[in-house]
């Protein structure tokens, strides 16, 4: 009932040709000539020009980004923080309720 099916493998279909024997050729030295002259390569970027408007954009991006991480972390510490606090309370109320219980049997 629960035992896996293997495929079998088919008989390779058509005409199998045997392997192309590659002969060894010699190899010839060429004639050397002179070195090409180098050529100066084409700038493939253009430069920035970084303007006093450009400038106060990125220190304003920059600054938001870094105000908004900051927030999010600052959040999540104080949801660990609260979360660590409530799980001490329940536990002491939970210490209290089964200490109660102890003392009265």
Known sequence: MLR???PTNPTPAGHLTPPVLVEPT???PSVQG??????????TRPTVQLT??????????????VLVVGAVLVSMLLAVAITGAS???????????????????
Do not use: F, N, Q, Y
């Open 26 to 28: 010699a190899v010839v």
């Open 52 to 65: 006093p408007g450009t400038a106060l954009a990125l220190v304003g991006g920059g600054t938001a980004v």
């Open 87 to 105: 799980v001490a309370v329940c536990a002491l109320v939970i210490r209290s309720i089964v200490h109660a219980d102890a003392k009265r049997r």
């Open 34 to 43: 002179p070195p090409p002259a180098p050529v100066a390569p084409a700038p």
């Open 4 to 6: 896996p099916k293997i």
